[in-house]
T-cell receptor
């Protein structure tokens, strides 16, 4: 079974530029998550989708970050404009559960490492 | 505020030795607790998941314990190998608003030396 795919793996941009990340979850997984992981910290949830609807985006900086999951499969996360503090690894994860339950295991992609200069 | 605290922040051990990593949490309402292993440059991979009623779970050389009364968990690694060098992240699931929200600790960075 193929895992969660993410691209690009690395991205270097200047501040105030725009950037987009792409995620392809495991086939059949209804729930998709985007996390931000700053060096030395645990991942922080940015947004959670159930199929193509947003379940939780309370920690997404909506003035500069946006995400969409068209057709309930692939997802893109965009930052516009980027700031220095956005330098981090952006992880995508997916889980099978159609209805959130207590045991839905999340499978993570390899992440995209973003450096903002 | 829901928090997950891990200790130590980093740890160096010799190959073949055992070690124990600690996790304290204040998450409520509690749903489950997970331990993940994250190799450098990779996404986290699940090691164990425990619900409120489970107080120990093993996965090969990894054994996790949970004390829901004191809100503490530990991850014990037996006979460490060089490949165990990674960050170990404790994650507590909060059941709120009809779905589970994961609260991540900062991780313990383990280095196993030959």
């Amino acid at each position: 079974e193929a895992g969660v795919a993410q691209s690009p793996r690395y991205k270097i941009i200047e501040k105030r530029q725009s950037v987009a990340f792409w995620c392809n979850p495991i086939s059949g997984h209804a729930t998709l998550y985007w996390y931000q992981q700053i060096l030395g910290q645990g991942p922080k949830l940015l947004i959670q989708f159930q199929n193509n609807g947003v379940v939780d985006d309370s920690q997404l900086p909506k003035d500069r970050f946006s995400a969409e999951r068209l057709k309930g499969v692939d997802s893109t996360l965009k930052i516009q404009p980027a700031k220095l503090e956005d330098s981090a690894v952006y992880l995508c994860a997916s889980s099978l559960a159609q209805v959130p339950d207590s045991y839905n295991e999340q499978f993570f992609g390899p992440g995209t490492r973003l450096t903002v200069l | 505020k829901n928090q997950v605290e891990q200790s130590p922040q980093s740890l160096i051990i010799l190959e073949g030795k055992n070690c124990t990593l600690q996790c304290n949490y204040t998450v409520s309402p509690f749903s489950n607790l997970r331990w993940y292993k994250q190799d450098t440059g990779r996404g986290p991979v699940s090691l164990t998941i425990m619900t409120f009623s489970e107080n120990t779970k093993s996965n090969g050389r990894y054994t996790a314990t949970l004390d829901a009364d004191t809100k503490q968990s530990s991850l014990h690694i037996t006979a460490s190998q060089l490949s165990d060098s990674a960050s170990y992240i404790c994650v507590v699931s909060e059941f709120s608003g009809g779905y589970n929200k994961l609260i991540f600790g900062a991780g313990t960075r383990l280095a196993v030396h030959p």
